[in-house]
């Protein structure tokens, strides 16, 4: 029986992954090299001068002294789960050829049944491709 070349695609194992994104910081550089490819750039006024706040890892903005975490807006915007947290789910969902259950990812994720659903939930809706886009 022939092998099916979309079974056998390279995946990413999970010591690469956690070589990659296995600490906060890594996942937060990821994040944010994500939303701001080319530099921070304020989401209310566009403005690109901008001081950064170490300590809360915050951006502010020079211009409408608007605070922006990279976090803001996005699904882990008001989540106290660690990205790291976050990301190992992401890597769970992906990675698997069926659905992977929220028993499941409680287990794996070290947390309470509901937030292992809602994270869920926040990510099967975010991997959801809108009609009429291909």
Same mark, same amino acid.
């Given at each position: 029986?022939?092998?099916? !070349? =979309?079974?056998?695609? *390279?995946?990413?194992?999970?010591?690469?992954?956690? +070589?990659?994104?296995?600490?906060?910081?890594?996942?937060?550089?990821a994040?944010?090299? *994500?939303?701001? !490819?080319?530099?921070?750039?304020?989401p209310?006024?566009?403005?690109?001068?901008?001081?950064?706040y170490?300590?809360?890892?915050?951006?502010?903005?020079?211009?409408?002294?608007?605070?922006?975490?990279?976090?803001?807006?996005? =699904?882990?915007?008001?989540? +106290?789960? !660690?990205?790291?947290?976050?990301? =190992?789910? =992401?890597?769970?969902?992906?990675?698997? +050829?069926?659905?992977?259950?929220?028993?499941?990812?409680?287990?794996?994720?070290?947390?309470?049944?509901?937030?292992?659903?809602?994270?869920?939930? +926040?990510?099967?809706? #975010?991997? #959801? #491709? !809108?009609?009429?886009?291909?």
């Amino acid at each position: 029986m022939a092998r099916n !070349p =979309i079974q056998f695609q *390279a995946g990413l194992s999970l010591s690469a992954f956690l +070589k990659d994104y296995g600490t906060e910081d890594q996942c937060w550089e990821a994040v944010r090299s *994500a939303r701001w !490819p080319d530099g921070f750039a304020c989401p209310h006024c566009g403005c690109r001068r901008h001081s950064f706040y170490e300590a809360r890892r915050l951006f502010r903005c020079a211009d409408c002294k608007t605070q922006t975490s990279v976090r803001s807006g996005t =699904i882990f915007h008001a989540s +106290k789960l !660690p990205l790291t947290t976050w990301f =190992i789910g =992401i890597f769970c969902l992906t990675q698997t +050829k069926n659905s992977t259950a929220a028993l499941e990812l409680m287990r794996t994720l070290g947390v309470q049944y509901n937030t292992a659903w809602l994270l869920k939930q +926040k990510l099967c809706q #975010v991997m #959801v #491709v !809108p009609q009429g886009v291909v």
